[in-house]
Structure formats: C-alpha cells, structure tokens
Nanobody, 122 residues
Framework: QVQLVESGGGSVQVGGSLRLSCAAFGYIDSGYCMGWFRQAPGKERDWVAA???????SNADSVKGRFTISRDNAKNTLYLQMNSLKPEDTAMYYCAAGVRWSCPETDDYNYWGQGTQVTVSS
C-alpha cells in the first residue's frame, strides 16, 4: 500500500514562491512516474507537471518557466518549486504516482495524495 502526503501549501502574495513536497510511504520504485495536479473551486482537476522514471520532466504550458518538478529518490519525496505565483495558480494541489515508467495520461496514475492548498492573493 502506498500513501502520498503533500505539504508546503499556504498563502502567498502575487510574485511569491512556494515549494510543495510529497512524501511517499510504502514502496515507490525510483523508476515510477510521479506528478502534480491542481484543482480550483468549481473547476476540473488539471495536470501541472510530471517526472518520469529516468528524471525526464514536463510541465503544463500555464506553468512553464515558473514551476519546476523534481524528486529525491533517497528520501522518497517529490517536490514542486513554484515561482512568480499568480492568482490563477490558486488551487488545491495533489501529488500522484503511477506504477510505470511514464504516465502521459491522468488514468496512468494509481495513487493520489489528499492535497495541499495554495492561495495567491494580489
């Protein structure tokens, strides 16, 4: 059984930064994909960023140049560094993990965390 626990969310002003963490408890192979998603009130859950089993990363267009995904396999932890935050980044952020090398689709993710709230105010 795998449990994902996010932390690091909070309230920040426009232009500020936050770093989200996702600790994985249970077996997560370093070769498995992991990702971040977000969901704003009244909207669908959107993909934000992903990292594959060999460290390749990809980001949604809306966060390119501002957000960076990374992982520390020794600590079983996934990170999302968020810079130059905007009000439209306000959402609940979720960590996810799949049991395959690459997860190009949302359905490829098998495990989900409970989320951490990020609020960006002007």
């Amino acid at each position: 059984q795998v449990q994902l626990v996010e932390s690091g969310g909070g309230s920040v002003q426009v232009g500020g930064s936050l770093r989200l963490s996702c600790a994985a408890f249970g077996y997560i192979d370093s070769g498995y994909c992991m990702g971040w998603f977000r969901q704003a009130p009244g909207k669908e859950r959107d993909w934000v960023a992903a990292i594959d089993g060999v460290g390749g990363t990809s980001n949604a267009d809306s966060v390119k140049g501002r957000f960076t995904i990374s992982r520390d396999n020794a600590k079983n932890t996934l990170y999302l560094q968020m810079n130059s935050l905007k009000p439209e980044d306000t959402a609940m952020y979720y960590c996810a993990a799949g049991v395959r090398w690459s997860c190009p689709e949302t359905d490829d993710y098998n495990y989900w965390g409970q989320g951490t709230q990020v609020t960006v105010s002007s």
